[in-house]
Structures are given as C-alpha cells and as structure tokens.
C-alpha cells in the first residue's frame, strides 16, 4: 500500500524557515512526480510546488517562488520542501501527493491537483505575524 507521512509542520513567526518532509513507502518512487500542496481554512487547495521524477525539473507558485525549495532524496524514498521568508498568508495545511510514472516535462502536468494519484494526511504550518 502506497503512504505518504508529512513532517516538519509547526509555528513559527514571519522571516522564519521550516522545512517540511514526505517520507513514501510502497513501491520505488524513482519513477514518479512528487507535489506539494496547501490549503487554507475557507481556501480551495492550491499548488506550491513539484519535482520531477529525478529532481532534473522543479515546478513553483508564482507566490512561493524565491522563498521556497523543493528537493528529493529517491535513495531514501523522501521529498522536502525548504520554506524561508514565511509570511502570515503561507499559514496552511500543507499535503505532499505522488504522481505515478510521470517523466514527461511541462508545467501543466505538475501543477494540477486532480492529476496526483496518492495524499499524505497533512501536516500544518502556521505562520504567525
């Protein structure tokens, strides 16, 4: 059975850094996109950023660009997303999803929510002005 399990949530005030984990298990993630995403009480989902299969290509929101990085570690099944400069409006529940199989460039094919196949269960970041 395929899982994703976020990390690395937390509180922390405006200019601060997090970094959030997704540790994947059931089957090799090699081969696969992974995304990160967030949502906002009272917002609808909304894209932060992806990777592609081998972390040759990286996908971001107009929003998080310059702030935010994303990275995977294929050997240890595990994608991170770096977070610095936190402001107020990047308060959300942040979800990591896994796309099967994607190697194929384009934003299009990363950005899209409803393309992902599997969902962590979330983990919340708050940022505190």
């Known amino acids: 059975q395929v899982q994703l399990v976020e990390s690395g949530g937390g509180l922390v005030q405006a200019g601060g850094s997090l970094k959030l984990s997704c540790a994947a298990s059931?089957?090799?993630?090699?081969?696969?996109?992974m995304g990160w995403f967030r949502q906002a009480p009272g917002k609808e989902r909304e894209f932060v950023a992806a990777?592609?299969?081998?972390?040759?290509?990286?996908y971001y929101a107009d929003s998080v660009k310059g702030r935010f990085t994303i990275s995977r570690d294929n050997a240890d099944n595990t994608v991170y997303l770096q977070m610095n400069s936190l402001k107020p409006e990047d308060t959300a529940v942040y979800y990591c999803?896994?796309?099967?199989?994607?190697?194929?460039?384009?934003?299009?094919?990363?950005?899209?929510?409803?393309?992902?196949?599997?969902w962590g269960q979330g983990t919340q970041v708050t940022v505190s002005s």
């Open positions: 999803a896994v796309r099967f199989s994607l190697r194929v460039r384009g934003t299009y094919h990363y950005t899209d929510g409803n393309k992902y196949d599997v």
């Open positions: 059931g089957r090799t993630f090699s081969n696969d996109a």
């Open positions: 990777i592609s299969w081998n972390g040759g290509n990286t």
